[in-house]
């Protein structure tokens, strides 16, 4: 996924040099998102003989952070001692898909030759082959073959064919969104406006951080609605008059401050935890260090205002201390992060459960026809893994759904519905257009995300913060046991009024308290499942069996091995056995099964004789003690034993710490640059050019 970072210091002087510094800091703190090539655009030197004296440095290159930031000190013809008052600068990584890694595919893009515009771009744009006709039609000519280059271009031609020389930078932005289709976030530069910014979003994120050493004189920015026909420049010009009275500046006139825009709060917080998060289809506009927020109408019932916040992040929590990648980091973790999804929603002595997201609406969630839990990935393995408890304890029916897959089919859904939509980044594109079809059908909507501010959270009726704190590794670890958790509190609490269920809430509330310390122990197994990893690390592929609470663990752990390892790998349900992926066992397939004490371990027996009797040789997640299953075994990871609907999160841990093991060992730099993305902002079938 590609990563957008943009800074722009106003009455803040700063060395071309440091310039460089922040803007390179910026991506390396999007690294994670996965990139294959990086650029910056910077100012260059004047231009003594040109109608704009100014000029647009870009510098690209493919492969990592560390190779651009190399580059960037052979330009002989930039003065990086040179002091700027008020600079803005772009810096952008991309992930390919439409067009090979190469600089010249590579962000920022470019207008012309003489880089009159320029942006950086993270999104699809789904009609950029009848744009791109078009503006060839016109005599511009395309030099990349990215989506992305159609943007630059088509602003330069609204620019060339403007109505009169009042039109302002984001009256062009305005006009482009306008013709784009498909998902965005956008930051434009211009030799035309120097020092002035323009950004705009729809459907990917975007947020500006703000850095003032005075005050800011409000904290919520008002939206300018640029609504009616254009006379004269009339309207521009109104537009402009108007800025003081709409726009956030720090005390006093043109005193300093810096922007920085970002597609998460990760390149942000070490210089500013004052945040904006922008709405789709706001279009952000910078112009003598004052920031104003417009859009094109108002929608009806529509805040008027954009909130400045203010983010909780620390700096180190996004460092990687001792660990050799944030994924590994990120797994020891979750004895914390599982706390956190708890603490004060649990009272452990009275085995009462709040969710405060979701008290105001209880009543109307018990009355509901169904529960329907749509996600992606990971998110759609924690409701698969908890829809048994959920059926259980609230005796509705539950639906759990692909979000790709419910918005292939014209699904039914009614007013008395409860749709839950659970996302780690809030931001999942096919989750979120599947909160917007069932918001449009009158359902009741509810968020379980890990990001503050994110689109799901804005978007749903209610909600639940899983508290997990700052995901960076690419595989998602965390976020997957503190949605797991989440989800058990739900159900926990849609029962806490049922006699029948009072001895079962009690037991696996009394397990909920101990969590914490059974995940230390199955954390301290990790060189034993560091050597399995030496054993499997060359083999093409694996499967995970299971049935039960730890079908979804299965599903789980193989995504983690396909997407960290490169190597394939199945979750496959043990009673499926028969239907086919029986054919695959023999003495040279890896075979994982996950085989507990609880109502299927009977069943998931006879499925470990079904494997032995095929020369199979099983690595078993199986419980202390159990003599039976360990007699059986190639080898067993043994781990604690607690009630049967929270097993899948200790059964999940092991996989984890597989999938990073055998990634290291097979050559794979985990966190950093896998082809997958952190956000997946795009859609199952449309993967994200840049």
């Not at 014209?410 to 069932?438: H, K, W």
């Not at 009797?613 to 690595?619: D, E, F, H, K, T």
């Amino acid at each position: 996924m590609c990563g957008i970072f943009a800074y722009l210091n106003h009455l803040v002087p700063h060395t071309r040099k440091e310039i460089f510094e922040i803007l390179v800091k910026g991506l390396q703190r999007l690294e994670y998102r996965g990139y294959d090539s990086a650029g910056i655009a910077v100012d260059g030197p004047a231009k003594a003989n040109d109608v704009i004296n100014n000029s647009i440095c870009l510098i690209k290159k493919k492969g990592k952070v560390k190779a651009l930031d190399e580059e960037l000190y052979k330009k002989d013809t930039l003065d990086l001692d040179e002091e700027l008052s008020t600079h803005f600068g772009l810096a952008h990584t991309r992930w390919a898909t439409h067009g090979e890694p190469s600089a010249l595919n590579s962000h920022p893009h470019r207008s012309d030759k003489d880089n009159e515009f320029v942006v950086i771009h993270n999104g699809i744009i789904t009609n950029y082959k009848e744009l791109k006709k078009y503006l060839i039609n016109n005599g511009y000519e395309f030099e990349s073959e990215t989506d992305t280059e159609v943007i630059p271009k088509l602003i330069k031609y609204l620019y060339d064919n403007r109505e009169n020389d009042h039109v302002t930078f984001s009256k062009l932005v305005e006009r482009v969104i306008q013709q784009l289709e498909g998902a965005f976030a956008l930051v434009f530069k211009s030799r035309h406006f120097p020092g002035e910014a323009v950004a705009t979003r729809r459907g990917s994120p975007l947020l500006i951080g703000v850095r003032s050493v005075n005050e800011l004189t409000t904290e919520n920015v008002p939206i300018q609605y640029n609504t009616g026909h254009f006379k004269e420049g009339v309207q521009e010009l109104n537009s402009r008059n108007r800025r003081d009275s709409c726009t956030v500046n720090s005390v006093g006139d043109g005193s300093a401050v810096e922007y920085y825009f970002a597609s998460d709060a990760s390149a942000i917080i070490e210089h500013t935890n004052k945040v904006l998060y922008m709405e789709d289809d706001d279009i952000a506009v910078v112009n003598a260090g004052r920031l104003s927020i417009h859009r094109i109408n108002r929608l009806v019932g529509e805040d008027p205002v954009r909130a400045i916040q203010t983010l909780q992040m620390e700096m180190q929590q996004i460092m990687k201390g001792n660990f050799e990648a944030f994924m590994q980091k990120e797994i020891f973790e979750q004895p914390e992060s599982v706390v956190n999804t708890m603490r004060g929603r649990i009272c452990f002595d009275s085995n009462k459960v709040i969710l405060g997201g979701l008290k105001d609406h209880l009543k109307e969630i018990k009355r509901c026809r169904r529960l329907i839990m749509i996600g992606c990935g990971t998110s759609f393995h924690a409701a698969v893994a908890t829809r048994q408890i959920l059926e259980e304890q609230t005796e509705l029916p539950v639906m759990v759904e692909l979000a790709s897959d419910f918005l292939d089919r014209n699904t039914p859904v009614f007013r008395d519905d409860v749709c839950f939509f659970i996302s780690q980044s809030g931001e999942t594109a096919d989750t979120l257009m599947a909160l917007r079809y069932c918001k449009d059908r009158g359902a009741l909507t509810v968020g379980i995300t890990n990001t503050v501010g994110s689109s799901i959270c804005r978007e749903t009726d209610c909600g639940v913060h899983i508290n997990a704190g700052p995901e960076i590794g690419v595989a998602s670890t965390k976020a997957y046991t503190s949605q797991f958790v989440a989800l058990i509190m739900f159900a926990l609490m849609m029962s806490e009024d049922r006699l029948s269920q009072q001895q079962r809430r009690a037991e696996i509330i009394s397990d909920l308290k101990v969590l914490p310390e059974f995940i230390r122990k199955v954390l301290n197994l990790d060189m034993k499942i560091r050597d399995i990893a030496n054993e499997l690390y060359q083999q093409k592929s694996l499967l995970v069996m299971g049935r039960g609470f730890n079908y979804a663990t299965c599903l789980e752990g193989a995504l983690k091995i396909k997407e960290i390892t490169y190597m394939h790998s199945e979750g496959i349900l043990a009673g499926e056995l028969k239907h086919g992926p029986l054919a695959l066992i023999d003495k040279d397939m890896p075979v994982i099964m996950i085989i507990m004490k609880d109502a299927c371990y009977t069943k998931c027996q006879n499925a470990l004789q079904q494997v032995t009797a095929r020369s199979g040789r099983p690595i078993i997640l199986c419980c202390q003690d159990d003599v039976e299953t360990s007699m059986n075994a190639y080898q067993t990871i043994e781990l604690p034993h607690t009630v049967d609907c929270l097993q899948g999160i200790l059964s999940v841990i092991p996989l984890q710490l597989l999938s990073f093991h055998l990634a290291v060992l097979r050559g794979f730099d985990v966190s950093p640059h896998s082809i997958l993305s952190k956000l997946a902002l795009c859609s199952n079938d449309e993967k994200t050019p840049c």
